[in-house]
T-cell receptor
Framework: DVKVTQSSRYLVKRTGEKVFLECVQD?????MFWYRQDPGLGLRLIYF???????EKGDIPEGYSVSREKKERFSLILESASTNQTSMYLC?????????????FGEGSRLTVL | DQQVKQNSPSLSVQEGRISILNCDYT??????FLWYKKYPAEGPTFLIS?????DKNEDGRFTVFLNKSAKHLSLHIVPSQPGDSAVYFC????????????FGKGTKLTVNP
């Protein structure tokens, strides 16, 4: 079974703190993604990466950065957390662009910024 | 500009009846469509997909229908069970093109016993 593991299920941080969200996948997928999910807004893409050290902005990259030093690991960084970044963060991996491609998601990280 | 639209935020059905979840898209380049199911405090899980070369795909109680001319797809769940209560996301992608999925905002399905 494909496994996408997110390092923290629940985090509480203060405004201005630096936040790291880690994600590891074990299926040797080329592509990895970070989404956030908010009520009424669905899943919105923050950043994605199609190769080591490569990254592409998604729909809402402002206030976030990412790092992909190894194929299996994709990190989301909030340089200075703000209350409007309180959300559920979802990491995913997959080989899209091929027939039958789908994304596999981690269990999510619920971040609260006070 | 929402490329994938799920216009019903919620749907409530009785156990044993049919649930029909709808999804519309605007990008004619989309040619692969997926449905994901999400329980609270968990990540979405893949449910069923359909390629644009088909108009129907079935997997047990779940069937997805695609109407390319109308840019519309629907997910049918028959019979509905209380365990099907979740948020359902429709998603679309371009094969061999953009390597990302575009998601709708989701429909919360409640199946009442």
């Amino acid at each position: 079974d494909v496994k996408v593991t997110q390092s923290s299920r629940y985090l509480v941080k203060r405004t201005g703190e630096k936040v790291f969200l880690e994600c590891v996948q074990d299926m040797d997928h080329e592509n990895m993604f970070w989404y956030r999910q908010d009520p009424g807004l669905g899943l919105r893409l923050i950043y994605f990466s199609y190769d080591v050290k490569m990254k592409e902005k998604g729909d809402i990259p402002e206030g976030y950065s990412v790092s992909r030093e190894k194929k299996e690991r994709f990190s989301l960084i909030l340089e200075s957390a703000s209350t409007n970044q309180t959300s559920m963060y979802l990491c995913a991996s997959g080989d899209l662009g091929t027939i039958g491609g789908e994304l596999f998601f981690g269990e999510g990280s619920r971040l609260t910024v006070l | 500009d929402q490329q994938v639209k799920q216009n019903s935020p919620s749907l409530s059905v009785q156990e044993g009846r049919i649930s029909i979840l709808n999804c519309d898209y605007t990008n004619s380049m989309f040619d692969y469509f997926l449905w994901y199911k999400k329980y609270p405090a968990e990540g979405p899980t893949f449910l069923i997909s359909i390629s644009s070369i088909k108009d129907k795909n079935e997997d047990g109680r779940f069937t997805v229908f695609l109407n390319k001319s109308a840019k519309h797809l629907s997910l049918h769940i028959v019979p509905s069970q209380p365990g099907d209560s979740a948020v359902y996301f429709c998603a679309a992608s371009e094969q061999g093109g953009s390597e990302k999925l575009v998601f709708g905002k989701g429909t919360k399905l409640t199946v009442n016993p």
